[in-house]
């Protein structure tokens, strides 16, 4: 973490203050939370930058705790990739943890640790059992102006909301018969403070516990418990949760009556929440749930194709964990909700990669030259990358035919056409400087083939005589060139907000044009690349070298973006 203003955010003078006046024991425990019914996507990217990012400010732990306390849609696929994703984005979690690995937990591992707690909250009366339907129980609850009614069974001893809390636990009821709610005030202003459901029936198979439960712990019970045992001190959420704090705190509360809260340095650890804005971005979707329709829709090509704004989807496109994390600082941490523009993440990658990615030159859209009167083949010598003298320097081939694309051809130039045209000199970036003559066309009039002449003299790119030339063009040598296809990204949506009909209709908005795959070719160097390399292609874009070969364009090189 840096030291730049958006840095010095409310969160971390939160905990500055705590750490200060003695609240953590000596040791700042924060937690990331994701559940896995997913992968993650550029807003947890944020959280992951908050939260182990103030860990790591302090000298802190972070961790790293799966809430599957939701038994559907769950997977161990999805942990897995929560984990590799946090990793490549440079943040490990640490800690004890609940297992073997320092610093993971899994929320599930606690079902036993809550359902007692739960039992203890009926003994003492501040929860009991409920059968109220959906509809009444809503009804009941009532509006925030009005106070709320009580549960016909509010007023149930604690022995026999023991006994039918069991019942639920043994699989007596059927799903939504019976459900746990806590005592607390059915006319206080924040609804959910008017006897929230804790536990609900659902017989449904958990993806780690199988069959061993079918009440579940609601959310805003399970969250406080895991966070407090855990001894984690600040617990950071986004701002829909800040209405839930109430409860939040009630629930510490009544594990703090029962002895339950963790002792560290002589300091009784006392969990707190605080919330921060969502990241919203602009021309997507971010939900996991609409996140998964386009996968299992096949609008996109799983959860890493290149144009998801899932961690793994901007891996593939090319960016990197710097630019992610860059751009997370610059939107920075505050309680207004915003909305940030992809731009500025374009402009962070192309920040990061214009500093270390290898130059190389590619041509996407083929037409080929032929320079009439050379021959044989010479080598040329070119920078790396010319901001980074380290990177060293890099041979290719130029020879009697090349290519390049057919954009930097005019056969009548427009006005400033300073590129490759009848009558007109060129350079041909790090070889010599060309004269074209003519070119010939094929039967449908297209350009078929470009001629002309190159300057004996200009060897390295500078005419001897010391006369300029205004365009540099690059070019690939098409006896030693490679073919390669490029698959070009634009925006996945048409639409600022894909949402703005409703989540049933943000498909409509999809953007027909959002993927292109050419053909062309690329210097020799790049057959030998690996997958995930990236690379600037010279006056056309980043690039990153896909697993099947191909390379996927990350970003043009137009800037359509200035930082404030
Ligand atoms: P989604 O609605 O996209 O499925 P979620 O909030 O349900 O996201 P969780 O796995 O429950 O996903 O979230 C894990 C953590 O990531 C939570 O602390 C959550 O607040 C945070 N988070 C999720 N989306 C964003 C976002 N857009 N911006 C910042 N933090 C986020
Ligand atoms: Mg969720």
Redesign the pocket.
């Known amino acids: 973490m840096n030291e730049s203003d958006t840095s010095r955010h409310f969160l971390r003078q939160w905990i500055e203050k705590d750490v200060a006046e003695g609240r953590t024991g000596g040791k700042v425990v924060t937690r990331?939370?994701?559940?896995?019914?997913?992968y993650?996507?550029?807003?947890?990217?944020?959280?992951?930058c908050?939260?182990f990012g103030m860990a790591e400010l302090f000298g802190g732990e972070c961790h790293l705790r799966l809430?599957d306390t939701n038994p559907a849609k769950e997977s161990d696929e999805y942990a897995e990739n929560?984990k590799k994703d946090i990793n490549w984005l440079g943040f490990q979690w640490s800690g004890e943890g609940d297992g073997e690995e320092p610093g993971f937990y899994n929320a599930s591992n606690m079902f036993d640790k809550m359902y007692e707690i739960a039992e203890e909250l009926v003994r003492r009366g501040q929860a009991y059992c409920c059968n109220l339907g959906q509809e009444e129980w809503k009804e009941y609850r009532g509006v925030p102006e009005r106070p709320g009614r009580p549960s016909p069974s509010r007023d149930t001893d604690p022995e026999r909301n023991l006994k039918i809390f069991r019942e639920m636990r043994d699989g007596k009821y059927a799903d939504g018969e019976w459900c746990l709610r806590a005592k607390i005030d059915m006319s206080s202003p924040n609804i959910h403070f008017r006897d929230p459901v804790i536990y609900r029936i659902r017989h449904v198979s958990h993806y780690h516990l199988g069959d061993k439960w079918c009440i579940y712990p609601m959310y805003d019970f399970a969250h406080p418990i895991e966070d407090a045992l855990e001894g984690v001190t600040h617990s950071?959420?986004?701002l829909?949760?800040e209405v839930h704090r109430p409860l939040y705190d009630w629930v510490v509360d009544r594990l703090d009556e029962m002895g339950m809260l963790p002792v560290r340095g002589g300091v009784k650890i006392r969990t707190q929440q605080r919330e921060?804005?969502?990241?919203?971005l602009t021309y997507t979707v971010?939900?996991?749930?609409?996140?998964l329709q386009m996968v299992q829709n096949g609008v996109v090509d799983g959860w890493d194709d290149p144009r998801m704004p899932t961690v793994c989807g901007m891996r593939r496109r090319g960016f990197t964990p710097g630019a992610i994390r860059e751009f997370c600082d610059r939107i920075g941490v505050s309680k207004m909700e915003s909305e940030s523009d992809p731009a500025l993440l374009e402009w962070c990658v192309r920040e990061e990669l214009n500093r270390t990615a290898l130059r190389r030159m590619a041509v996407l859209d083929p037409v080929k030259v032929v320079v009439d009167n050379f021959e044989g083949e010479r080598e040329v010598e070119l920078p790396n990358n010319p901001l980074d003298e380290a990177a060293g320097m890099r041979r290719t081939v130029f020879g009697r035919e090349i290519w390049i694309d057919r954009a930097d051809f005019m056969e009548v130039p427009e006005k400033k056409f300073f590129r490759m045209a009848p009558g007109q000199e060129v350079r041909l970036r790090g070889a010599c400087i060309f004269k074209c003559t003519g070119c010939v066309k094929d039967a449908s009039g297209r350009v078929a083939e470009i001629h002309g002449t190159w300057d004996p003299d200009s060897w390295g790119g500078n005419a001897a005589d010391g006369r300029k030339v205004k365009g540099t063009i690059h070019w690939v040598d098409a006896k030693t060139g490679v073919k390669a296809r490029f698959r070009l990204y634009e925006k996945l949506f048409t639409e600022k907000n894909p949402l703005k009909d409703g989540p049933e209709n943000f498909l409509k908005y999809l953007n027909p044009g959002s993927k292109r795959e050419v053909e062309g070719y690329v210097e020799p160097a790049l057959a030998s690349a690996g997958a995930g390399e990236r690379f600037q292609f010279e006056r056309t874009g980043y690039f990153v070298k896909d697993a099947d070969g191909a390379f996927n364009r990350t970003v043009t090189l137009k800037d359509g973006y200035k930082p404030a």
């Open positions: 990331f939370p994701p559940e896995p019914n997913g993650i996507h550029i807003g947890h990217a944020k959280a992951v908050v939260d809430d929560i950071m959420c986004t829909e949760f921060f804005a969502r990241l919203n971010m939900s996991k749930r609409l996140l």
